[in-house]
């Protein structure tokens, strides 16, 4: 009965806001045996820099991977210079399902690519990084043998980007900018900027709520929704009719083949748009759709977290808690 209850509260909470608690306890964990692994690996002359293609394996606590089914990590690191940012992804084609007395159990691949002088901190920047690519493992292993839509969507708009249409694509901006926002747009996409919003202000609760929303403005996760909210589909109209038409139809074709072979039958068939103007007009107004809803996603997520962080701090300290509003208006346009 506990275990239910447990589980009963995590889907509620999941339901809230979007968060994969687990996932969350499982980047912390990961980001800190990282960190001290490497620096390990250094003072103890076993790994030195600049080193390429380095396999680390972590072997996950046993109560995170009952958790997640996820019993062993392994992050594929590369160095290189002049890059500023952490860059990376899951691996999801090197994911290993084992089964252990009736349990599936999952090995999982990240691949991590960083540029770090080892003095600085770099948890702030390799937590919301994990969170980011651990939600989608998460989601991969709960969706492993099951047909997804969201997967197929993934899969074709790669298979276009990457297709014959590659170099059409760079140089019409319309059209790059229609793919880059498709890709954000994709559901897991918008779930796990959530997860990596969070990791961004979990330890940043104690500001007020004013803070911790102009904190996150600066970050790439809200960005990434006005990005979306203010795609302009009309750009993509302009261009030449034998130009949409050629896109168009990779676009379908790619879309429709990733469908099948995901095992998505959609009887509407509302991605195989046959003319230019509806066609852009149709994902045009999901993306800015899904950009909102990445907002108001993280706004909620914001508000939740700092409502019982100052429960908790309220418990713990009833005589000298300060007043803080709580209260933001998740339907404000942000310009």
Not at 116 to 144: N, Q
Not at 306 to 327: A, C, G
């Amino acid at each position: 009965m506990e275990e239910f209850l447990r589980k009963l509260v995590r889907e509620i909470l999941n339901e809230e806001h979007g968060i994969s608690f687990e996932v969350d306890r499982l980047a912390e964990w990961l980001t800190k045996s990282f960190i001290d692994d490497i620096k390990s690996g250094i003072q103890n002359g076993t790994y030195k820099f600049p080193k390429r293609e380095h396999h680390i394996l972590f072997d996950v606590p046993e109560e995170l991977a009952i958790e997640t089914q996820i019993y062993i990590i392994v992050v594929e690191t590369d160095i290189f210079n002049g890059y500023e940012k952490i860059d990376g992804q899951f691996l999801a084609s090197k994911t290993d399902r084992q089964n252990d007395n009736g349990v599936d159990t999952y090995v999982i691949y990240l691949k991590l690519n960083f540029d770090w002088d080892f003095k600085g901190d770099i948890y702030t920047v390799l937590y919301p990084f994990f969170s980011h690519e651990l939600e989608h493992a998460y989601d991969y292993i709960l969706r492993f043998d099951k047909p997804s839509k969201s997967k197929a969507l993934n899969s074709g708009i790669k298979r276009i980007g990457n297709g014959y249409l590659q170099q059409i694509i760079i140089d019409n901006q319309p059209l790059s900018d229609f793919v880059f926002n498709f890709y954000l747009a994709l559901p897991e996409e918008v779930n796990a900027r959530v997860h990596e919003a969070f990791a961004q202000i979990k330890h940043n609760l104690h500001l007020d709520i004013d803070s911790i929303i102009r904190l996150l403005k600066t970050k790439q996760q809200f960005k990434d929704a006005i990005i979306m909210k203010g795609y302009n589909f009309n750009n993509a109209i302009t261009l030449s009719e034998e130009l949409k038409n050629e896109f168009i139809t990779e676009f379908n074709k790619q879309i429709l083949y990733s469908l099948i072979k995901r095992g998505v039958i959609d009887k509407d068939l509302t991605y195989a748009q046959k003319r230019t103007n509806q066609f852009f007009e149709y994902w045009g107004t999901r993306i800015n759709n899904n950009g909102e809803t990445l907002r108001r996603k993280i706004l909620k997520m914001v508000v939740a977290e700092k409502e019982k962080y100052d429960e908790k701090v309220k418990l713990s300290n009833p005589d000298n808690v300060p007043i803080v509003n709580t209260k933001v208006n998740t339907n404000t346009k942000n310009k």
